[in-house]
Protein backbone atom coordinates (compact mmCIF):
# COMPACT_ATOMS: atom_id res chain seq x y z
CA UNK A 1 0.00 0.00 0.00
CA UNK A 2 1.49 3.38 -0.86
CA UNK A 3 2.51 5.31 2.01
CA UNK A 4 -0.01 8.87 2.81
CA UNK A 5 1.56 12.13 4.03
CA UNK A 6 0.08 13.35 6.77
CA UNK A 7 -2.65 16.42 5.92
CA UNK A 8 0.15 18.78 6.75
CA UNK A 9 2.86 17.90 4.75
CA UNK A 10 -0.05 17.80 1.80
CA UNK A 11 -0.94 20.93 2.12
CA UNK A 12 2.31 22.20 1.94
CA UNK A 13 2.97 20.68 -0.85
CA UNK A 14 -0.38 22.21 -2.24
CA UNK A 15 0.57 25.69 -1.19
CA UNK A 16 4.60 25.25 -2.22
CA UNK A 17 3.33 24.18 -6.21
CA UNK A 18 0.74 27.08 -6.68
CA UNK A 19 2.85 28.50 -9.13
CA UNK A 20 3.12 25.36 -11.20
CA UNK A 21 -0.15 25.43 -11.62
CA UNK A 22 -0.75 28.80 -12.85
CA UNK A 23 2.27 28.25 -15.18
CA UNK A 24 1.08 25.11 -16.86
CA UNK A 25 -2.79 26.43 -16.89
CA UNK A 26 -1.17 30.00 -18.57
CA UNK A 27 0.71 27.58 -21.08
CA UNK A 28 -2.06 25.24 -22.28
CA UNK A 29 -4.65 28.55 -22.54
CA UNK A 30 -2.34 29.88 -25.17
CA UNK A 31 -3.42 26.99 -27.65
CA UNK A 32 -7.32 27.75 -26.65
CA UNK A 33 -9.86 29.24 -28.09
CA UNK A 34 -10.30 32.78 -26.43
CA UNK A 35 -13.46 31.87 -24.72
CA UNK A 36 -11.84 29.28 -22.34
CA UNK A 37 -11.60 30.90 -19.00
CA UNK A 38 -8.16 30.76 -17.80
CA UNK A 39 -9.85 30.17 -14.09
CA UNK A 40 -11.43 27.30 -15.07
CA UNK A 41 -8.04 25.93 -16.13
CA UNK A 42 -6.75 27.04 -12.65
CA UNK A 43 -9.81 25.53 -10.97
CA UNK A 44 -9.04 22.13 -12.48
CA UNK A 45 -5.08 22.23 -12.11
CA UNK A 46 -5.67 22.95 -8.65
CA UNK A 47 -7.58 19.19 -8.48
CA UNK A 48 -4.81 18.13 -10.13
CA UNK A 49 -2.11 19.63 -8.03
CA UNK A 50 -3.89 18.24 -4.67
CA UNK A 51 -4.52 14.93 -6.46
CA UNK A 52 -0.87 14.29 -6.64
CA UNK A 53 -0.21 15.33 -3.32
CA UNK A 54 -3.06 13.12 -1.91
CA UNK A 55 -1.27 9.96 -3.97
CA UNK A 56 2.43 10.98 -3.84
CA UNK A 57 4.74 8.49 -2.05
CA UNK A 58 7.86 9.84 -1.02
CA UNK A 59 9.37 6.23 -0.13
CA UNK A 60 9.66 5.71 -3.38
CA UNK A 61 12.62 7.68 -4.73
CA UNK A 62 10.26 10.40 -6.63
CA UNK A 63 10.43 13.95 -7.42
CA UNK A 64 7.04 15.70 -6.20
CA UNK A 65 7.38 18.20 -8.68
CA UNK A 66 7.69 15.73 -11.60
CA UNK A 67 4.72 13.62 -10.62
CA UNK A 68 2.39 17.15 -10.18
CA UNK A 69 3.67 18.10 -13.34
CA UNK A 70 1.60 15.52 -15.10
CA UNK A 71 -0.96 14.72 -12.80
CA UNK A 72 -1.87 18.92 -13.00
CA UNK A 73 -1.71 18.45 -17.00
CA UNK A 74 -3.32 15.47 -17.45
CA UNK A 75 -6.47 17.04 -14.84
CA UNK A 76 -6.55 21.03 -17.29
CA UNK A 77 -6.96 18.34 -20.33
CA UNK A 78 -9.53 15.96 -18.96
CA UNK A 79 -11.43 18.98 -18.09
CA UNK A 80 -11.01 20.67 -21.75
CA UNK A 81 -12.05 16.99 -23.07
CA UNK A 82 -15.64 17.16 -21.10
CA UNK A 83 -15.86 20.89 -22.10
CA UNK A 84 -15.26 19.66 -26.26
CA UNK A 85 -18.26 17.52 -26.05
CA UNK A 86 -19.31 19.07 -29.22
CA UNK A 87 -16.32 18.71 -30.91
CA UNK A 88 -15.32 15.26 -31.58
CA UNK A 89 -11.71 16.04 -32.51
CA UNK A 90 -10.96 18.41 -29.94
CA UNK A 91 -12.41 15.92 -27.41
CA UNK A 92 -10.17 12.87 -28.94
CA UNK A 93 -7.04 15.19 -28.80
CA UNK A 94 -7.10 16.07 -25.43
CA UNK A 95 -8.37 13.21 -24.08
CA UNK A 96 -5.15 11.65 -25.37
CA UNK A 97 -3.30 13.91 -24.05
CA UNK A 98 -4.46 13.70 -20.68
CA UNK A 99 -4.47 9.68 -20.93
CA UNK A 100 -0.38 10.61 -21.51
CA UNK A 101 -0.03 12.70 -18.73
CA UNK A 102 -1.79 10.10 -16.98
CA UNK A 103 0.90 7.41 -17.68
CA UNK A 104 3.91 9.55 -17.37
CA UNK A 105 2.49 10.55 -13.67
CA UNK A 106 2.47 6.44 -12.91
CA UNK A 107 6.18 6.29 -14.25
CA UNK A 108 7.38 9.29 -12.25
CA UNK A 109 5.50 7.80 -9.12
CA UNK A 110 7.70 4.65 -9.52
CA UNK A 111 10.60 6.77 -8.85
CA UNK A 112 13.89 5.88 -10.44
CA UNK A 113 14.64 2.46 -10.95
CA UNK A 114 17.38 0.88 -9.47
CA UNK A 115 19.51 -0.99 -12.17
CA UNK A 116 22.20 0.27 -14.99
CA UNK A 117 22.21 2.51 -17.37
CA UNK A 118 21.24 0.13 -19.80
CA UNK A 119 18.29 -0.91 -17.94
CA UNK A 120 16.96 2.63 -17.73
CA UNK A 121 17.44 3.06 -21.52
CA UNK A 122 15.47 0.23 -22.03
CA UNK A 123 12.79 1.66 -19.72
CA UNK A 124 12.77 4.77 -21.16
CA UNK A 125 12.64 3.72 -24.85
CA UNK A 126 9.58 1.51 -23.60
CA UNK A 127 8.11 4.81 -22.19
CA UNK A 128 8.60 6.61 -25.63
CA UNK A 129 6.70 3.68 -27.36
CA UNK A 130 4.24 3.70 -25.15
CA UNK A 131 3.43 6.75 -25.67
CA UNK A 132 3.41 6.99 -29.01
CA UNK A 133 1.12 4.28 -28.95
CA UNK A 134 -1.25 6.44 -27.34
CA UNK A 135 -0.84 9.43 -29.29
CA UNK A 136 -1.29 6.81 -32.63
CA UNK A 137 -4.78 6.24 -30.79
CA UNK A 138 -5.58 10.20 -30.42
CA UNK A 139 -4.97 10.46 -34.15
CA UNK A 140 -7.73 6.98 -34.39
CA UNK A 141 -10.53 8.82 -32.76
CA UNK A 142 -9.87 11.76 -34.39
CA UNK A 143 -9.87 9.78 -37.92
CA UNK A 144 -13.36 8.80 -37.13
CA UNK A 145 -14.05 12.41 -37.61
CA UNK A 146 -13.70 12.36 -41.30
CA UNK A 147 -14.91 15.39 -42.26
CA UNK A 148 -12.23 17.18 -40.60
CA UNK A 149 -9.77 16.11 -42.64
CA UNK A 150 -8.60 18.21 -45.51
CA UNK A 151 -9.55 15.84 -48.32
CA UNK A 152 -11.71 12.83 -49.35
CA UNK A 153 -8.30 11.28 -49.88
CA UNK A 154 -6.72 12.04 -46.83
CA UNK A 155 -10.33 10.78 -44.86
CA UNK A 156 -9.57 7.19 -47.15
CA UNK A 157 -6.43 6.87 -45.49
CA UNK A 158 -6.54 7.63 -41.87
CA UNK A 159 -9.49 5.44 -42.08
CA UNK A 160 -7.33 2.43 -43.10
CA UNK A 161 -4.90 3.71 -40.60
CA UNK A 162 -7.43 3.44 -38.01
CA UNK A 163 -9.11 0.27 -38.88
CA UNK A 164 -5.58 -1.32 -38.34
CA UNK A 165 -5.45 0.26 -34.70
CA UNK A 166 -9.29 -0.82 -34.02
CA UNK A 167 -7.94 -4.84 -35.36
CA UNK A 168 -5.18 -4.21 -32.77
CA UNK A 169 -7.52 -3.18 -30.00
CA UNK A 170 -10.11 -6.19 -30.92
CA UNK A 171 -7.12 -8.01 -29.52
CA UNK A 172 -6.99 -6.74 -26.18
CA UNK A 173 -8.09 -8.80 -23.24
CA UNK A 174 -11.53 -7.59 -21.92
CA UNK A 175 -10.19 -5.48 -19.06
CA UNK A 176 -7.42 -3.48 -20.79
CA UNK A 177 -9.54 -3.26 -24.26
CA UNK A 178 -12.57 -1.36 -22.12
CA UNK A 179 -10.29 1.26 -21.04
CA UNK A 180 -8.53 1.74 -24.48
CA UNK A 181 -11.91 2.10 -26.00
CA UNK A 182 -13.41 4.45 -23.16
CA UNK A 183 -10.43 6.33 -22.83
CA UNK A 184 -9.73 6.92 -26.74
CA UNK A 185 -12.97 6.12 -28.90
CA UNK A 186 -15.67 7.16 -26.45
CA UNK A 187 -13.54 9.98 -24.31
CA UNK A 188 -14.22 9.45 -20.76
CA UNK A 189 -11.27 9.75 -18.76
CA UNK A 190 -9.04 6.81 -17.19
CA UNK A 191 -10.57 7.18 -13.60
CA UNK A 192 -14.49 6.84 -15.17
CA UNK A 193 -13.11 4.16 -17.77
CA UNK A 194 -12.34 2.43 -14.60
CA UNK A 195 -15.18 3.20 -12.30
CA UNK A 196 -16.90 1.32 -14.98
CA UNK A 197 -15.09 -1.76 -14.28
CA UNK A 198 -15.26 -1.28 -10.15
CA UNK A 199 -11.63 -0.51 -10.47
CA UNK A 200 -9.44 2.91 -8.22
CA UNK A 201 -7.97 5.48 -9.76
CA UNK A 202 -4.67 3.99 -9.22
CA UNK A 203 -5.63 0.56 -10.96
CA UNK A 204 -7.24 1.83 -14.19
CA UNK A 205 -4.27 3.38 -14.55
CA UNK A 206 -2.20 0.77 -14.46
CA UNK A 207 -4.45 -1.25 -17.11
CA UNK A 208 -3.90 1.86 -19.14
CA UNK A 209 -0.21 1.56 -19.27
CA UNK A 210 -0.55 -2.41 -19.93
CA UNK A 211 -3.09 -2.19 -22.74
CA UNK A 212 -0.20 0.49 -24.07
CA UNK A 213 2.20 -2.29 -24.09
CA UNK A 214 -0.10 -4.62 -25.30
CA UNK A 215 -0.82 -2.32 -27.84
CA UNK A 216 2.53 -1.77 -29.05
CA UNK A 217 3.27 -5.56 -29.44
CA UNK A 218 0.45 -6.43 -31.82
CA UNK A 219 0.98 -3.06 -33.63
CA UNK A 220 4.51 -4.75 -34.88
CA UNK A 221 6.23 -1.55 -33.85
CA UNK A 222 4.03 0.38 -36.32
CA UNK A 223 4.01 3.30 -33.46
CA UNK A 224 7.88 3.11 -32.52
CA UNK A 225 9.62 6.41 -32.57
CA UNK A 226 12.74 4.32 -33.55
CA UNK A 227 11.84 3.46 -36.61
Request: aromatic share 4%.
Amino acid sequence: MPTSLDPKHRDALVHGHQELVKKLARGIRRDLPRHVSLDDLLSAGQAGLLDAATRFDPTRGAQFQTFAYYRIRGAIFDWIKRESASDPVARARFGARGAVDDLLASRAAEGAAAGDALDAARALAGLLEETATALLLEETAAATAAHALPSPEAAAIAQDEAEHVRDAMASLPDKERHIVDAVYLRGETIEDAGKELGLTKSWSSRLHARALGLLRERLGGDASPWR
